[in-house]
Protein backbone atom coordinates (compact mmCIF):
# COMPACT_ATOMS: atom_id res chain seq x y z
CA UNK A 1 0.00 0.00 0.00
CA UNK A 2 1.52 3.51 -0.56
CA UNK A 3 1.51 5.98 1.38
CA UNK A 4 -1.21 8.45 2.02
CA UNK A 5 -0.41 11.83 0.04
CA UNK A 6 -1.60 14.89 2.37
CA UNK A 7 -2.18 18.66 1.37
CA UNK A 8 -1.51 21.66 3.91
CA UNK A 9 -2.22 25.28 2.78
CA UNK A 10 -1.19 28.28 4.51
CA UNK A 11 -2.48 32.32 3.89
CA UNK A 12 -1.28 35.28 4.06
CA UNK A 13 -2.41 39.08 2.71
CA UNK A 14 -0.53 42.09 1.64
CA UNK A 15 -1.69 45.34 -0.09
CA UNK A 16 0.03 46.54 -3.42
CA UNK A 17 -0.08 48.60 -6.42
CA UNK A 18 0.11 48.08 -9.99
CA UNK A 19 -0.51 48.81 -13.63
CA UNK A 20 -0.55 46.45 -17.08
CA UNK A 21 1.02 48.35 -19.75
CA UNK A 22 0.77 45.56 -22.51
CA UNK A 23 -3.47 45.24 -22.09
CA UNK A 24 -6.59 47.30 -24.42
CA UNK A 25 -6.09 50.90 -23.76
CA UNK A 26 -9.32 51.59 -22.62
CA UNK A 27 -9.56 49.24 -19.37
CA UNK A 28 -8.84 51.06 -16.25
CA UNK A 29 -5.60 48.52 -15.37
CA UNK A 30 -3.46 50.41 -17.37
CA UNK A 31 -3.50 53.50 -14.91
CA UNK A 32 -1.71 52.80 -11.73
CA UNK A 33 -4.15 51.05 -8.88
CA UNK A 34 -4.05 48.86 -5.68
CA UNK A 35 -5.31 45.68 -4.31
CA UNK A 36 -5.58 43.60 -1.29
CA UNK A 37 -3.98 40.30 -2.10
CA UNK A 38 -4.64 37.16 -0.62
CA UNK A 39 -2.40 34.51 -1.21
CA UNK A 40 -2.22 31.10 -0.57
CA UNK A 41 0.37 28.33 -1.01
CA UNK A 42 0.00 24.43 -0.47
CA UNK A 43 2.33 21.64 0.44
CA UNK A 44 1.69 18.10 -0.90
CA UNK A 45 3.41 14.83 0.27
CA UNK A 46 3.63 11.72 2.77
CA UNK A 47 3.36 12.69 6.58
CA UNK A 48 7.22 12.80 7.59
CA UNK A 49 8.67 11.22 10.70
CA UNK A 50 9.51 11.86 13.31
CA UNK A 51 6.67 14.06 13.81
CA UNK A 52 4.17 12.75 11.47
CA UNK A 53 3.12 15.60 9.02
CA UNK A 54 4.00 17.21 5.74
CA UNK A 55 5.48 20.10 6.74
CA UNK A 56 5.70 22.43 10.06
CA UNK A 57 2.79 24.54 9.46
CA UNK A 58 4.94 27.36 11.11
CA UNK A 59 7.48 27.48 8.68
CA UNK A 60 5.54 27.61 5.84
CA UNK A 61 3.47 30.69 7.55
CA UNK A 62 7.01 32.23 8.03
CA UNK A 63 8.11 31.93 4.58
CA UNK A 64 4.95 32.84 3.21
CA UNK A 65 4.38 35.95 4.78
CA UNK A 66 8.13 37.13 4.55
CA UNK A 67 7.53 36.97 0.45
CA UNK A 68 4.61 38.94 0.90
CA UNK A 69 6.45 41.40 3.52
CA UNK A 70 8.68 41.89 -0.20
CA UNK A 71 5.80 43.08 -1.83
CA UNK A 72 3.27 45.14 0.45
CA UNK A 73 3.01 48.81 0.00
CA UNK A 74 5.00 48.31 -2.93
CA UNK A 75 4.78 48.97 -6.65
CA UNK A 76 4.44 45.34 -7.99
CA UNK A 77 5.91 46.80 -11.10
CA UNK A 78 9.06 47.33 -9.73
CA UNK A 79 10.19 44.11 -8.38
CA UNK A 80 12.57 41.79 -10.25
CA UNK A 81 9.97 39.33 -12.23
CA UNK A 82 7.00 41.48 -11.91
CA UNK A 83 7.57 44.11 -14.37
CA UNK A 84 4.26 42.52 -15.76
CA UNK A 85 2.39 41.85 -12.35
CA UNK A 86 -0.26 39.78 -13.71
CA UNK A 87 -1.47 37.49 -11.37
CA UNK A 88 0.08 34.47 -12.79
CA UNK A 89 3.47 35.93 -12.58
CA UNK A 90 2.66 36.84 -9.18
CA UNK A 91 2.29 32.85 -9.06
CA UNK A 92 5.49 32.64 -10.08
CA UNK A 93 6.96 34.78 -8.28
CA UNK A 94 5.91 32.78 -5.01
CA UNK A 95 6.51 29.45 -6.10
CA UNK A 96 10.15 30.63 -7.43
CA UNK A 97 10.85 31.82 -3.78
CA UNK A 98 9.11 29.08 -1.93
CA UNK A 99 10.08 25.60 -3.78
CA UNK A 100 13.39 25.39 -2.53
CA UNK A 101 12.50 25.57 1.14
CA UNK A 102 9.52 23.37 0.36
CA UNK A 103 9.83 20.77 -1.82
CA UNK A 104 6.43 19.77 -2.09
CA UNK A 105 4.63 23.06 -2.88
CA UNK A 106 1.80 21.70 -5.44
CA UNK A 107 -0.38 24.77 -5.43
CA UNK A 108 0.11 28.87 -5.42
CA UNK A 109 -3.40 30.57 -5.38
CA UNK A 110 -3.74 34.60 -5.51
CA UNK A 111 -6.23 36.47 -5.20
CA UNK A 112 -8.36 39.64 -5.17
CA UNK A 113 -10.82 38.49 -2.98
CA UNK A 114 -12.98 42.54 -2.88
CA UNK A 115 -13.16 41.93 -6.66
CA UNK A 116 -13.43 38.48 -7.05
CA UNK A 117 -10.77 37.21 -9.17
CA UNK A 118 -7.87 34.58 -8.87
CA UNK A 119 -5.09 32.58 -10.23
CA UNK A 120 -4.06 29.42 -9.68
CA UNK A 121 -0.37 28.03 -10.31
CA UNK A 122 0.25 23.91 -10.22
CA UNK A 123 4.04 23.73 -9.12
CA UNK A 124 5.53 20.61 -10.38
Not at 3 to 21: L, N, S, V
Not at 70 to 86: F, Q, S
Not at 98 to 112: D, E, T, Y
Request: proline content about 7%.
Amino acid sequence: MTAPIFEITKTATFDAAHYITDGPEHRPYTNLHGHSFQVQATVAGPAQEPVGWVADFADLDQSLKAVAAELDHGLLNDKPGLERPTLEHICLYFAERLKAQFPGLSRIVVSRPTIGESCALRVS
